[in-house]
C-alpha cells in the first residue's frame, strides 16, 4: 500500500507559477513510477506528466511541455510538478499517482495503483 499526499495548489493570476509536491509513504517509493494528472469541472480526468522509478523517462502533455517540470526525490520520498507560465486552462484538481514500475505505461491512468486525494490549482485570468 502506498499513501500519498498532495500539496502546494493555491490560486494564482495567469502567467504565475506553483510547484505541487506529493509526498509518499508506505512502500518502497523507487519501485514506483509518479504520475501527475488532473481533472477540471465537467471534463474527464488526464494526463499531464510523469516520471520513471530513476528519473531516466519524463514524459508530459503536449498541452504543458516546456511549461511545467516533473522531478522527484527517491530520498526524500516525493515528486513535485514545477508549473511556470500558467494559464487559466491550466485549472483544475491536480491528482499524483503510483504506479508499479514493471507497468511502463506512463499515460494511462487505468494503470495507476495509488492516488492522493487531489490538490486545486486556480489560475485567474
Known amino acids: 500500500q502506498v499513501q500519498l499526499v498532495e500539496s502546494g495548489g493555491g490560486l494564482v493570476q495567469a502567467g504565475g507559477s506553483l510547484r505541487l509536491s506529493c509526498a509518499a509513504s508506505g512502500r518502497t517509493f523507487s519501485s514506483y513510477n509518479m504520475g501527475w494528472f488532473r481533472q477540471a469541472p465537467g471534463k474527464e480526468r488526464e494526463f499531464v506528466a510523469a516520471?520513471?522509478?530513476?528519473?531516466?523517462?519524463?514524459y508530459y502533455a503536449d498541452s504543458v511541455k516546456g511549461r511545467f517540470t516533473i522531478s522527484r526525490d527517491n530520498a526524500k520520498n516525493t515528486v513535485y510538478l514545477q508549473m511556470n507560465n500558467l494559464k487559466p486552462e491550466d485549472t483544475a484538481v491536480y491528482y499524483c499517482?503510483?504506479?508499479?514500475?514493471?507497468?511502463?505505461?506512463?499515460?494511462?491512468?487505468?494503470?495507476?495503483?495509488?492516488w492522493g486525494q487531489g490538490t486545486q490549482v486556480t489560475v485567474s485570468s
Open positions: 499517482a503510483a504506479q508499479f514500475r514493471v507497468y511502463n505505461d506512463y499515460l494511462n491512468l487505468q494503470k495507476y495503483d495509488y
Open positions: 516520471i520513471s522509478w530513476n528519473g531516466d523517462r519524463i
